[in-house]
């Protein structure tokens, strides 16, 4: 198998790099020390398997599963036991290895590789590494990563979302969570029958709506305003008298 | 105080001299740097980056074989993130045995 290591650490590319040269069915093609030089790589060429630290500055492991189309198999380097569960979300990933790696795990981790194979997911160009949806049996559920916790919310008890920099404050009956989004990615999570962009700063739950005035919606305590562009969008979806 | 050794270096080099060499050199050029962005950005009390620097300075410190020292180090990795930094002194009281054990090396 032909693979490729992205890492920000040097140390541990090299002791990935060592561990992989002691399997002949392996061969290290690249090293890289950030997502996006890999991407640019995987523009080019084609490879059989990865070895992806999640904890990079400014595009994570997961971020960079998300970009790429068609991943090929991705074995997960971290040194961080907590993203387990969000890893397994995604059919390209085969293992999960925390660091510091012991050659025998790692053995075990290939074994796997050669044996899994992978189903092609279709991959969109933008998603989001700290949100996931998950339709769960007791219905919509929308799962953000806060603090490394992955933290249910209900999305019926969503009444507004407002972009906030490189956050978003999701806003609920109960309580509210800032996440490390952005308002587009949050936007295609939620459901288009409840959800209504109605300024580039805010999604609102139709539902919650307590007035409308003019070029503002009163939702809860908050008053928002509606921009001129989304102002028709929102008329079409009242159920006006 | 635990002491740093070469245990995990020489379970994963499988006798390889040379790359026990070439990885002992390449942490003593990382380290250094990734703590001089641990003490700027934790000047600058922004604790998320801290956590972030504390994330990658852990791995070396599990790599040179500091059981109880990662343990306090993914603590104040926690810490850190809630803004807390309570186990800034037993930390870099680990940064400083680490300097001292590559300097020896």
């Known amino acids: ?13 090299a002791i990935i790099g060592q561990l992989c040269s002691n399997i002949e069915s392996l061969t290290v093609l690249e090293e890289f020390p950030n997502a996006m030089q890999a991407i640019k790589y995987l523009n080019q060429n084609t490879i059989d398997l990865i070895f992806l630290d999640i904890h990079m500055p400014d595009f994570t492991g997961f971020d ?43 053995q075990k981790a290939i074994q796997k590789a050669e044996t899994t194979v992978t189903k092609p997911k279709a991959h969109t160009a933008t998603s989001d590494a700290s949100i996931e949806k998950v ?19 209900d999305i019926p008890s969503v009444y507004l ?16 969570y800032t996440v490390h989004s952005t308002l587009k990615k949050i936007e295609e999570k939620l459901p288009d029958d ?29 008053v928002i305003p509606v921009s001129r562009s989304n102002r028709p969008e929102l008329m079409k979806r009242l159920n006006l008298l | 105080m635990e002491q740093p050794n070469l245990s995990y270096i020489n379970s994963m080099s499988g006798g390889d001299k040379a790359f026990e060499q070439k990885l002992i050199s390449i942490i003593k050029g990382e380290f250094p740097e990734e703590k001089r962005v641990y003490y700027t950005n934790l000047k600058a009390k922004n604790y998320k980056l801290t956590a972030d620097n504390v994330h990658k300075l852990k791995h070396k410190i599990s790599i040179l074989g500091l059981e109880k020292s990662y343990e306090i180090a993914v603590a104040f990795e926690n810490n850190l993130l809630e803004g807390n930094t309570e186990l800034q002194d037993q930390f870099e009281s680990i940064l400083k045995t680490i300097t001292r054990y590559l300097q020896e090396l």
């Open chain 1, 1 to 13: 198998m032909n693979c490729i290591i992205i890492d920000d650490e040097a140390t541990a590319r």
């Open chain 1, 64 to 106: 960079f599963i998300e970009t790429i189309k068609n991943p090929p198999k991705i074995i997960l380097t971290t040194s961080d036991p907590n993203f387990a569960i969000q890893a397994f979300e995604y059919d390209c990933i085969v293992d999960y290895l925390v660091k510091p790696i012991t050659p025998e795990r790692f």
């Open chain 1, 135 to 153: 339709e769960s049996s007791s219905g919509n559920d929308l799962y953000v990563n806060i603090d490394r916790r992955l933290i249910k919310i």
């Open chain 1, 161 to 176: 979302v407002e972009a906030k920099g490189d956050y978003i404050q999701i806003k609920t009956e109960d309580k509210n």
């Open chain 1, 194 to 222: 409840l959800f209504l962009k109605i300024h580039r700063s805010y999604i609102i739950n139709v539902d919650k709506i307590i007035d409308i005035e003019d070029n503002s919606v009163l939702i809860k305590k908050d």
